[in-house]
């Protein structure tokens, strides 16, 4: 049902560079509007992580950041921790029938 | 610091009704947006439904339409989600969040439950 498709998962040893992708399509992303990221920890509720394409809030790490190209989204993670294990979402605005907020499929991290 | 706590959630059988609420402080409450989000159990994050400040622009996900409805009381900074004519695929943590574009603030979240 989600219209942002996202990896079901992505692991990386400590310290190593990962990225997650976000893909939608000409009523979301491509139709210019923001995407923003969250983390959900585990047991816990989800966070921002990423506003505004590739903006932070403050106390999120410097080794978060966001990317927008086209119809597609990215959201980086350099020097992998163990902390950074979790789900991440993807999110943006949609104007088709979906309607309004939408979010990604959902990515699991793994630390190895 | 925003703060966002739900209550409400419990079991209830398919058919049913439950009002979940959410309790703000933090930020003046009537200036912002308000919506419900839920999270089935192992899946992903799905919109449900927002209220303007004033509570006189309110829109719902199509899943929920007709049969949910969000209100707020801005005297008691707090924004309400009736959910009536329950189905098991209702059965979610339902989380309330400030709205932007995108959802700066969330709740703990609250547990629906429905079964017979």
């Known amino acids: 049902q989600s219209v942002l498709t996202q990896p079901p998962s992505v692991s990386g040893a400590p310290g190593q560079r990962v990225i997650i992708s976000c893909t939608g399509s000409?009523?979301?992303?491509?139709?210019?509007?923001?995407v923003h990221w969250y983390q959900q920890l585990p047991g816990t509720a989800p966070k921002v992580l990423i506003f505004g394409n590739n903006n932070r809030p403050s106390g999120v790490p410097g080794r978060f950041s966001g990317s927008k190209s086209g119809t597609s989204a990215s959201l980086a993670i350099s020097g992998l921790q163990a902390e950074d294990e979790a789900d991440y979402y993807c999110?943006?605005?949609?104007?088709?029938?979906?309607?309004?907020?939408?979010f990604g499929t959902g990515t699991k991290v793994t630390v190895l | 610091q925003a703060q966002l706590v739900e209550s409400g959630g419990g079991l209830v059988r398919p058919g049913g009704s439950l009002r979940l609420s959410c309790a703000a402080s933090g930020f003046i409450f009537s200036d912002y947006y308000m919506s419900w989000i839920r999270q089935a159990p192992g899946k992903g994050l799905e919109w449900i439904s927002y209220i303007s400040g004033t509570g006189q622009t309110i829109y719902y996900a199509d899943s929920v339409k007709g049969r949910f409805t969000i209100s707020r009381d801005n005297t008691k900074n707090s924004v309400y989600l009736q959910v009536n004519s329950l189905r098991a695929d209702d059965t979610a943590v339902y989380y309330c969040?400030?709205?932007?574009?995108?959802?700066?603030?969330w709740g703990q979240g609250t547990l629906v439950t429905v079964s017979s």
């Open positions: 999110q943006s605005y949609d104007t088709s029938v979906h309607g309004f907020y939408v």
């Open positions: 969040a400030r709205a932007a574009d995108h959802f700066q603030y």
């Open positions: 000409s009523s979301n992303i491509g139709a210019g509007f923001d």
